[in-house]
């Protein structure tokens, strides 16, 4: 009998995951098909940035591009132009042709924004230490500064549930780390995102900083990933100085 009802729970904890993952995603492709990635070409800029990632670059989640991380540096520097080739889906392997589409030779600053794909669908770690410097690289010989940002805590979006939230929070921090120890191979200002589960406001708060998906963030949370992008990097004053 007991074993009946363990498997029965078993059962239906599985059936409620797959129908919350399931929805996730649903309402995670509508929120990919409306969004736009922020760019910006002032006629008199001073300096230039290139974005390039995933969804995260494009700020997918956000109710206005203006609300993601890549506008709120164009609010913060109306003279740099900005061209964002990120693309929603993106793994870090295919950053590489972003740069190579690159409609300038060469940028004042990149901004990459990747990991998170990686990190959802396990691309397996040693491949992605080769990836991400072959990126870190490739970027270093588009720009003289680049700057790197990968996922924050996955296990602590509201589409992912327990069992598998804990699965995907190991997965996070194993990017994190390939990610920092990539970054300062190459010289490269990385932002931490991954706070773990005791500071963590976006597991506090998932109304405020998760899109209607509970996977990609809303525009509060991007704002509270570019006020650690500016914590953390020289980025903008780079952009500002030049």
Sequence with gaps: MLASLLGAAVLALAAYDGVVIGRALY???????????????????????????????????????????????????????????????????????????????????????????????????????????????????????????STGDLGAAPALPWPVAPVYSARSRAVRDRFLAAARDHGVDYVDLFTGSGDNGFRQETDRYYARDGLHLSGAGYGTWYDRLTAATALPERLQTR
């Design 27 to 149: 309402v995670g492709g509508q929120l990919a098909r409306e969004s736009s990635a922020y760019s910006q070409q002032p006629a008199d800029a001073t300096t230039t940035l290139l974005v390039v990632g995933d969804s995260t670059g494009v700020g997918t989640g956000a109710e206005d591009p203006a609300d993601s991380v890549a506008g709120r540096l164009g609010s913060a520097l109306p003279g740099t132009r900005i061209d964002n080739l990120a693309v929603n889906g993106a793994l870090t392997e295919d950053v590489l042709e972003q740069l190579r589409d690159a409609p300038l030779p060469r940028y004042d600053a990149i901004l990459v924004q990747v990991g998170g794909n990686d990190a959802l669908r396990f691309t397996p770690l040693d491949r992605l230490e080769t990836d991400i410097a072959a990126v870190l690289s490739r970027a270093g010989e588009r720009a003289p500064y680049t700057a790197l940002m």
